[in-house]
Nanobody, 114 residues
Framework: QVQLVESGGGLVQPGGSLRLSCAAS????????MGWFRQVPGKQRAFVAG???????NYADSVKGRFTNSRDNAKNTVYLQMNSLKPEDTAVYYC????????WGQGTQVTVSS
C-alpha cells in the first residue's frame, strides 16, 4: 500500500525559502513520475512541479525559476526547494504519482505572509 508523507512546511515571509520533503513507501520513486501539487480553499488541487523517471523536471509557469524539484533515491524521498516565496504560494502542498494517483497524504501547510 502506498504511503506518502509530506513535511517541511511552515510560516515564512515573502522572499523567504522552504524545503518540502515527501517520504514515500510502497512505491519506488525512481520508477514513477512524482509530482507536487498544492491546494487552497475554494480551488482545485493544482500541479506545481514533477520529476520523471529519468530525472527530467517539470514546473508550473507560476513557480518556474523559483522552485526546484529533486529526489534522493536512496531515501526514496522527493524534495521541493521553494525560493523567493510569494503570498500566492500559500497552500497545502501534497506529493503524489502524476500518471496514476495514489491516495493523498495529509499534505504540509505553507504560509507566506509578512
Amino acid at each position: 500500500q502506498v504511503q506518502l508523507v509530506e513535511s517541511g512546511g511552515g510560516l515564512v515571509q515573502p522572499g523567504g525559502s522552504l524545503r518540502l520533503s515527501c517520504a514515500a513507501s510502497g512505491i519506488i520513486i525512481s520508477s514513477n513520475y512524482m509530482g507536487w501539487f498544492r491546494q487552497v480553499p475554494g480551488k482545485q488541487r493544482a500541479f506545481v512541479a514533477g520529476v520523471m523517471r529519468d530525472g527530467t523536471t517539470n514546473y508550473a509557469d507560476s513557480v518556474k525559476g523559483r522552485f526546484t524539484n529533486s529526489r534522493d533515491n536512496a531515501k526514496n524521498t522527493v524534495y521541493l526547494q521553494m525560493n523567493s516565496l510569494k503570498p500566492e504560494d500559500t497552500a497545502v502542498y501534497y506529493c503524489n504519482r502524476v500518471k496514476v494517483l495514489a491516495a493523498w497524504g495529509q499534505g504540509t501547510q505553507v504560509t507566506v505572509s509578512s
